[in-house]
């Protein structure tokens, strides 16, 4: 243990740390949030935070996408922070209410074998496990990502969305989904067209229920692709 303290110790001088949502320099003592994020997390009021999905009874969000939500996520997603993933996890629990939660297992919408490889963790699974850790409901990957969905650049019809992830998955251990309540978890819920088409998939393997949880949700007001859905290397994706 004496060992990881000392290693502590000198990565906090390399890297001190930051507020995870407005990446302001930490004093000693804090953890995770300032002070100031602590007390005013802008987080979304309970009435505003569940949303009806083709094939999902509800889809709550603790968030907007947008501020500094939106860059803690693209630090999360794309700037290797993969520590953030379990704050998130924590925050969920802490901040959503059971009933909006309720269910007897958890998965997340899995990342492609590729796309894990290069970014070195599955952002959703890591915000999955945290938040099972902290309500004790078992969490387990019921989901495969089969299809490398392609790149849309210049499309931004839902419908083009629709079609380009469809039978990117495949159900596993369908005895843990068959009669199942089911939580299925993301980080980000843009259209609605990836938590759909996973919710497709667990169904027709038997789930009882599927209902989904996101740390932050986009508006969809506009066509619009946003960040979200938008890599690295400028491709755009439905699930990143
Ligand atoms: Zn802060």
Avoid at 19 to 35: A, D, K, N, S, V
Avoid at 129 to 148: E, S, Y
Avoid at 176 to 197: C, K, N
């Amino acid at each position: 243990m004496k060992k990881y303290a000392l290693l502590n110790r000198f990565l906090d001088l390399l890297y001190p740390p930051r507020c995870i949502l407005c990446h302001r320099f930490l004093q000693q003592g804090e953890r995770e949030l300032c002070p100031e994020c602590r007390g005013n997390l802008p987080i979304l009021p309970k009435e505003e935070r569940s949303q009806t999905l083709l094939g999902i009874s509800s889809c709550c969000s603790l968030f907007d996408y947008e501020g500094e939500v939106r860059q803690s996520v693209l630090r999360y997603k794309f700037g290797g922070r993969s520590f953030y993933g379990r704050i998130y996890g924590d925050m969920l629990a802490e901040w959503v209410d059971r009933d909006e939660y309720d269910c007897d297992i958890i998965t997340w919408v899995p990342l492609s074998r590729k796309r894990k490889r290069s970014r070195g963790y599955d952002q959703a699974k890591l915000i999955a496990d945290a938040f099972a850790r902290r309500t004790g409901i078992p969490c387990r990957g019921l989901l495969k990502k089969i299809k490398n969905t392609a790149p849309q650049s210049g499309t931004d019809s839902r419908e083009a969305r629709r079609m380009n992830i469809a039978d990117a998955y495949m159900p596993l251990c369908p005895e843990e989904i068959s009669g199942r309540r089911i939580l299925l978890m993301d980080d980000i819920v843009t259209t609605g067209a990836t938590l759909s088409e996973c919710a497709k998939v667990l169904t027709r393997a038997g789930a009882k229920d599927v209902r989904a949880l996101t740390l932050a949700r986009t508006r969809q007001k506009s066509k619009t692709i946003n960040d979200a859905e938008l890599s690295a290397d400028g491709s755009i994706n439905d699930h990143i």
